[in-house]
């Protein structure tokens, strides 16, 4: 449990709050593997005639366009492709579909790797699919001409959306059977987001009185049951930098109300997790405000995080202020606080005295022990991100999307 402390300027008063449905859409999804180990090495990819995929005047920045552009060496050309995963050399940024989007004409960029589906890809037959979306690297408009955009499009085996990898001559017949989307039964982030929104109601509200928004203080959070043992809200993100990894906020604590498998206090700045209230605000039961307790829910807890279209996989690691605590204003009816490591991959400013966002979180927690993660600071968020696409898919049918 968070030590009382007095709070930052900046988080309004923190300790360990916060996130919203937590979607994540690691690299876990549905990928077959873009190429073989052996060809994980920088190199071009090449398509229409004979011109490279590039990164627009060099940018290093996320949200840089990707676009198809003469051959020249450079390292906005040099991509490195293993697992299920491109990364471009220059940036050291992945090949990204903007907003996690599934539409055709959705633009790809380069982004901060996060292993969410939109930035997993699989090479077969010339084309390279999108996990997230089914749909394939296509040079808008089949044109040829320089700083032309690359987005992602409907498979159709035309010229325009057959590449090479390592700058050979790109397969220039289409596949011999259509490409895989999704399989029958699997949900992207964005439908289950869609889903989860749908079902935070009147009707399915679990909370009598509503719960503080950490960043904001605004009593307007609320928590809502989606499904059979799945509950989600939404609400601020105020980052949480406790634990055992060091951290140059001055009200950095060394501890976390959860540990790892091996009963260390988790690292903020590499296990993704999300906070709650510590106890019943009201000291009554069952508890007017939604308390974790009552809903079979434990450390470690699994939940999907989503914001602006990203999701990621995240345990429950720390609380929030408990009535036996004297600390200015938090208190355990705060919902809205993650860790360092949750707020950057879900492209949220990571500081613990600067970061955070007002709004706009969704965090969907499951249940129950099965769905309790397992692990140590070392892999933890490798083991919660291998659960995402098994969570969206769960979710989704449980919805009846």
Known sequence: MAIPRPPSPHRRLRLCAYLTAVLVIPGVALVFGLLPASAATAGPITGIA??????????????????????????????????????????GRCLDVAGASTANGAKVQIYDCNSTSAQSWSYA??????????????????????????????????????????????????????????????????????????????????????????????????????????????????????GVDPDPDPDHQDQTTFQDSNGQSLGAHHVPFYVLGDDCWDGTSPCPHFFYKEHNITGRQFALMFYNGKCIGAIFGDTQTGNNQTTSENDSRELGEASVEAASLLGIPSSGTTGGVDSGVTVVIFSGSSWVVNGTNANLNTNAQALVTNALNSLGTSMGL
């Open 50 to 91: 004979g011109k490279c995929v590039d990164v627009a005047g060099a940018g290093a920045a996320n949200g840089t366009a990707v676009q198809l552009y003469a051959c020249n060496g450079t390292g906005a050309q040099q991509w490195t492709l293993s697992g299920s995963t491109i990364v471009n050399a220059n940036s």
């Open 125 to 242: 037959n010339g084309e390279l699919v999108n996990s997230g979306s089914g749909k394939c690297l296509d040079v808008t408009g089949q044109s040829s001409a320089d700083g032309t955009r690359l987005q992602i499009w409907s498979c159709t085996g035309a010229g325009n959306q057959l590449w090479s990898p390592s700058g050979g001559t790109p397969p220039t017949t289409p596949p011999t059977t259509p490409p895989t989307t999704r399989p029958s039964g699997s949900f992207t982030a964005a439908q289950v987001l869609a889903g989860v929104q749908r079902n935070m109601t009147t009707a399915k509200q679990v909370n009598s009185k509503p719960h503080i928004n950490t960043m904001t203080r605004a009593q307007n959070v609320n928590v809502y049951q989606v499904a059979t043992g799945v509950y989600a809200y939404g609400s601020s993100l105020a980052v949480d930098d406790d």
